[in-house]
């Protein structure tokens, strides 16, 4: 990014928190936010999640431009669908959650789509690897919480995740999609 | 009555034997692997070989239920006769609630059946560990209860053939020669 548009995002987010009258979002209930993800195994759906994750968050759906979002994921904490599979990916060849126990996500602009509809960019990093990522999301409020679903294929072998045997994308395929649930509260 | 199986009739045994006993093989084999791509595919050609019985099963129940077996030789007993009737009975229901028992551990252990890679079959179960454990352990009972009466099944048939030495092996193996004579 570069400096006037983050001086720009600063104005911006000083200018939310002057303002009494705009709805921003800034707190994540993880207790009810989820974090899953779909990969396919020869062909076949399989449906995991993350267990542990924390966000912070800052977003008025008025002033999209103005909002920040960042998401840190414990790697160990995956259920990949069984036993055997978790034991598997935190291994070396996949997340390699010794040397990288974290992955990270962090909103670089987030544009409207239209209605409830919206679209964030941001960087993904994961094993030491950084890709940009986009995800459509939409943003249903009720009161004073909204809950902000989406999701977005990511390419594992972008992030060395699965490699050696495993990057065989015909037995498990290259792209995974990742579904997030976020509620959220001003 | 009729005197002999039809090639369909005949067919269909074999080609459902060698599926089964395949799959069975395949069975014992992948579990113990560990984790690879290898083990995903061979977990999968195991689901697809099972699809497959249970299509070809379905077939061959119909196909038996127009089509009657050959009449056993009169030189048998009643009970005896009773005990291999009971016995096919158990072997057709063994040929459905094999693959069934398969489809069904898959869905609770959370991974769908995905019949050759195209065509996904629907869940008969929501995920449930506990569920999927219990299952596994039907599966594989099923499988060895399979194994002992296809023993008892091929041991009849060998003393059909060897020792009373009639005609009931052979008309499931017509190239035996002694399929036509009594």
């Known amino acids: ?186 | 009555m009729s005197q002999s199986y039809t090639r369909t009739a005949i067919a269909l045994h074999w080609v459902i034997a060698l599926g089964m006993l395949i799959a069975i093989a395949l069975g014992f084999y992948m579990t113990n692997l560990s984790l690879s791509p290898f083990k995903l595919k061979l977990f999968s050609w195991h689901k697809w070989l099972g699809v497959t019985i249970f299509l070809l099963a379905s077939l061959r129940l119909v196909w038996r239920l127009t089509h009657p077996a050959p009449a056993l030789p009169d030189t048998m007993d009643n009970w005896e006769k009773q005990i291999a009737h009971a016995v096919h009975v158990a072997l057709y229901v063994l040929m459905f609630s094999i693959p069934l028992s398969g489809w069904l551990m898959s869905s609770a252990a959370g991974f769908p059946v995905v019949f050759l890679g195209l065509i996904p079959l629907p869940d008969l179960l929501a995920k449930n560990k506990e569920l999927a454990a219990m299952l596994k352990q039907v599966h594989f009972l099923l499988n060895m209860s399979l194994l002992a009466l296809v023993g008892l099944h091929v041991g009849a048939a060998l003393k059909h053939h060897f020792v009373l030495k009639d005609n009931v092996m052979a008309q499931m193996l017509p190239w035996l020669g002694r399929g036509k004579s009594k």
Not at chain 1, 59 to 64: G, N, R
Not at chain 1, 124 to 144: C, D
Not at chain 1, 169 to 176: F, G, H, I, N, Q
């Open chain 1, 1 to 186: 990014m570069k400096i006037w548009q983050q001086s720009l995002l600063a104005c911006s987010l000083i200018g939310v928190s002057l303002s009494t009258q705009a709805v921003t979002f800034n707190k994540v209930l993880l207790e009810q936010s989820q974090l899953s993800f779909v990969s396919k195994q020869m062909n076949v759906p399989v449906e995991g999640k993350f267990k542990e994750f924390s966000a912070k968050l800052n977003f008025d759906p008025a002033k999209v431009e103005a909002a920040s979002a960042e998401l840190n994921i414990v790697l160990s904490s995956i259920d990949a669908g069984s036993n055997e599979a978790n034991d598997e990916v935190k291994s070396k060849g996949w997340f390699n959650v010794q040397a990288f126990p974290t992955a990270k996500f962090v909103a670089k602009s987030v544009k409207s789509l239209g209605s409830d509809r919206f679209e964030v960019a941001g960087e993904m990093s994961i094993k030491g690897k950084t890709n940009p990522v986009t995800a459509p999301f939409t943003l249903k409020i009720t009161g004073k919480t909204g809950v902000l679903e989406g999701s977005f294929p990511l390419k594992r072998l972008q992030f060395n995740i699965g490699e050696g045997a495993w990057s065989d994308t015909d037995t498990v395929a290259d792209e995974v999609q990742i579904r997030f649930k976020l509620v959220v509260s001003e």
